[in-house]
């Protein structure tokens, strides 16, 4: 993209990542980063958005965004990410609802808690403390088949708390973008083979709401050479779909 002929969007131009909203040390949390760009273009009930991101999000570093009429960037130094609507409409659902239960049951086997990557993580790190991240702490539900393990099918449930509320009793965006993320990703070998998200589509049908519980599932799709493919999906406790998502993940080179 032509970084010339973009213009800084209306209202508030500029756009920080925290330090409490990393992914790996040092970075944003990839949903996290990504919706921070998907709540400028969409809203619950509205249209998908996919954001591509360029580089590690910084933290604690002003971002300016800026459009060309189609497609929304996020810059500091260099270009962090691109976001624009997409139709996700013919798109299946990425695998079935899990009831609470089993997914309850399903963290007992999250392979976070033996070792983590990103142990500081936002959304699914395991050091974080209840009211300081989203603890999401996927485990496998449904094993996947052959050496990548395709098809492999994680679940947790998620009560959001009171510090995610937004106001009107939901979760914002771009918190439940952060929620869509990471169970994705533990679909895959993460411990073993570390990825990054680099690319994410999701589409909002409904806020979740505070104190309710719901589960998030992540589904592995395919594993050509260094991506990962996922889908993630989040529902209530009665199986109705709220949100879902697939993404491209990067394997970090060794």
């Known amino acids: 993209m032509a970084m010339s002929h973009l213009t800084p969007v209306d209202g508030d131009p500029l756009v920080t990542i925290g330090t409490a909203h990393n992914g790996p040390d040092g ?13 400028r273009l969409t809203t619950p009930g509205g249209p ?31 270009l962090v990410a691109e976001a624009r609507t997409v139709d996700l409409t013919d798109e299946a659902v990425p695998g079935e609802p899990v009831d609470p ?23 699914c790190g395991p050091e974080r403390g209840p009211g300081d991240g989203l603890r999401l702490f996927p485990g496998t539900v449904s094993p996947g088949h052959g050496s990548d393990n395709i098809g492999n099918t994680v679940a947790c449930t998620w009560t959001p708390g009171p ?12 918190r439940t973008w ?31 709401r505070i ?5 998030v599932t992540g589904h592995l799709h395919a ?14 406790a009665d199986g109705r779909l709220l949100a879902r998502a697939r993404a491209t993940w990067i394997a970090l080179q060794r």
Not at 27 to 39: D, H, T
Not at 68 to 74: A, E, F
Not at 223 to 236: C, F, I, M, N, W
Request: proline share 8%.
């Open 27 to 39: 970075s944003g949390n990839g949903g996290y980063s990504a919706g921070l760009l998907a709540e």
């Open 48 to 78: 998908a958005v996919e954001v591509t991101l360029r580089t590690p999000p910084p933290l604690e570093t002003p971002l300016t965004l800026a459009t060309d009429g189609t497609t929304l960037t996020m810059s500091g130094r260099q």
């Open 101 to 123: 239960a089993t997914a309850q049951n399903a963290e007992q086997r999250y392979p976070g808690h033996s070792g983590h990557p990103f142990p500081r993580c936002y959304s």
């Open 163 to 174: 510090e995610l509320d937004d106001g009107t009793g939901r979760v914002d965006l771009r």
């Open 178 to 208: 952060a929620a869509l993320d990471c169970p994705g990703g533990w679909s895959s070998d993460i411990q073993g083979r570390p990825i990054v998200l680099g690319r994410m589509t999701a589409q909002i049908t409904a806020s979740p």
């Open 211 to 215: 104190a309710h519980t719901h589960v």
């Open 223 to 236: 594993v050509e050479g260094r991506k990962v493919l996922t889908g993630s999906a989040l529902h209530d």
